[in-house]
């Protein structure tokens, strides 16, 4: 409809980098622009901008699925501008800087095609300079302000700008054009002397000022915020804290006793923990080398697409993924695996990122639902699916919902075969995963708990070891919220497959639903709910 058209065209011109996502022809002449989104000018805009849709939308007499998705984003932007979120706009997961970084190194979400794509991207990061200026300034008020990040994560977020410096991470080795100019020169003198004016921001005035603590309600409207960011992750407009901390503790008992159940069925005698300890000692499942990690998980996506598949799903998606390893530069401070979409036009590959920084503390136990979760039908087919659908409007295509996209991907390893105990046992692992999340993360940002109490408590019913705990752990420190929308998301589509199938009691139903579920794109689950039921 045309007002997704207008709305779609004013707001890739205030944030022109949505194309590096989409690449649509239409919105090439904006590749050598860049927003920074912590300017006055562009959150006077973005205000401006969301005010006056939501205003069109509501005067509309009719509102459709699209209208309400477009409503319900529009509120949620203007919402954040009422918080002190922007005070805390960097730390080393949610980095803009890295983010830079790899699109330079051709790692990114910008492509490199032609020999103007080089000089479009010198000329995109002259704004480098504002952005940093302004994450140094927003720091600053956020020291006044009494909004700083945890002292731990300002210590990690030093070591990754060092890291990047030390490395050249910026540099691309694989430049396909002979240029008349030193690409990675001119991005070096633009990166360097910006970044390491920000680490000493950090050393030498940031660091002293970052809190002791390490959840949200320590900040002065903390609750308020938290409760702001549990919206956003799971798009419920009434759900409380407690409840999913709950709900959390309740499925942590429920799995815990499935795991037990396993461990007995395997002729285990020991406790879980050391039947854990077992399970990581087996030689048998552990990976001889990195290209042996790589090979496993593609073996395993085409076993899941030849069964999945072709049994749960009406329509596959020819678009490959790929399966790679996780730029060495970032492996330090990536998370285990992660999945980057290809693009609108097929030009950029769908990629599933696997961390090999230490191959030793992978299990093959994890593969069939690691891979079902990144890859088919998991982000790579729901998000190729949307990207594909043209009846889906571009806004909702840039939409970045994580209850409804992580919770699809948890829906989807319940979906698996898992043929033996040890498969079946991994699938289990990661749901205790997503389930002591809940606990965890409400646990740090509403209840206060420290790190200690929260290290305790997760290692209580964790199969990673202590250094893959710590490394979780600071992804929740530092993300408040966002590891809610899997158990969330998830929990959402299983009590919707079990009305849909309630009323349609035929064996071609599991494929009907999840048609109905991915038809409309990723919008908000107070919408699906009503479209469902």
């Not at 320590?218 to 407009?237: M, Q, R």
């Not at 840039?398 to 079946?424: F, H, I, M, R, V």
């Amino acid at each position: 409809m045309e007002i997704y058209d207008d709305y779609f065209n004013e707001s890739i011109l205030l944030s022109p980098s949505t194309n590096d996502y989409l690449n649509l022809n239409k919105y090439k002449h904006l590749k050598n622009k860049l927003e920074n989104n912590l300017s006055k000018s562009y959150i006077k805009q973005q205000k401006q901008l969301h005010s006056k849709y939501l205003q069109k939308l509501i005067e509309k007499k009719q509102s459709t699925i699209y209208d309400k998705t477009l409503i319900y984003i529009c509120n949620e932007i203007l919402d954040y501008y009422k918080f002190n979120l922007n005070l805390t706009p960097i730390n080393h997961l949610d980095n803009i800087i890295n983010h830079i970084i790899e699109m330079a190194s051709g790692n990114g979400l910008y492509i490199f095609e032609t020999k103007k794509d080089y000089l479009d991207f010198i000329e995109k990061i002259k704004i480098f300079n504002e952005i940093v200026e302004d994450i140094i300034s927003n720091m600053a008020l956020g020291i006044k302000k009494k909004y700083t990040l945890p002292k731990i994560l300002t210590i990690i977020l030093i070591k990754q700008l060092k890291e990047i410096l030390k490395k050249e991470s910026y540099k691309n080795n694989n430049i396909k054009y002979k240029l008349e100019f030193d690409f990675n020169k001119e991005c070096s003198n633009i990166f360097i002397p910006n970044i390491n004016k920000l680490i000493t921001f950090l050393e030498k005035y940031y660091l002293s000022h970052s809190r002791d603590t390490i959840g949200m309600l320590h900040l002065p409207k903390g609750f308020s915020e938290y409760k702001y960011i549990v919206k956003c992750f799971t798009t419920l407009k009434d759900i409380k804290v407690e409840t999913i901390h709950n709900y959390g503790l309740q499925e942590i008992e429920r799995i815990y006793n499935l795991m037990i159940k396993i461990k007995n069925n395997m002729g285990f005698n020991g406790s879980l923990t050391n039947f854990n300890k077992y399970l990581q000692k087996r030689k048998d499942l552990k990976f001889k080398s990195k290209k042996d990690v790589i090979s496993h998980f593609k073996k395993t996506l085409s076993t899941i697409n030849k069964t999945v598949m072709k049994t749960q799903f009406h329509n596959n998606v020819k678009e490959n993924c790929a399966i790679i390893p996780i730029p060495k530069n970032n492996e330090d401070f990536s998370i285990q695996a992660y999945y980057v979409s290809g693009d609108i036009q097929n030009k950029r590959k769908g990629k599933f990122y696997i961390n090999l920084r230490n191959i030793y503390q992978l299990n093959k136990i994890e593969l069939e639902s690691l891979t079902l979760h990144e890859t088919n039908p998991g982000h790579h087919y729901q998000i190729t699916y949307v990207n594909k659908n043209d009846t889906i409007p571009l806004f909702l295509k840039t939409y970045n919902n994580d209850a409804y996209q992580e919770g699809w991907a948890l829906y989807c390893e319940s979906l698996g075969k898992y043929k033996t105990y040890e498969s079946y046992y991994g699938k289990l692992v990661l749901e205790m995963l997503r389930a002591l999340r809940l606990v965890v993360d409400t646990g740090i940002h509403f209840y206060g708990w420290s790190y200690d109490k929260t290290f305790k408590f997760y290692k209580k019913y964790s199969f990673d070891d202590d250094d893959k705990i710590k490394q979780q752990l600071y992804r929740y420190i530092s993300m408040p919220g966002q590891a809610l929308s899997y158990k969330i998301g998830e929990k959402i589509i299983l009590d919707l497959k079990k009305k849909f199938k309630k009323y349609n009691k035929y064996p071609g139903s599991s494929k009907d639903f999840h048609d109905r579920i991915l038809e409309h794109g990723p919008i908000p689950f107070e919408i699906l709910k009503d479209i469902i039921n």
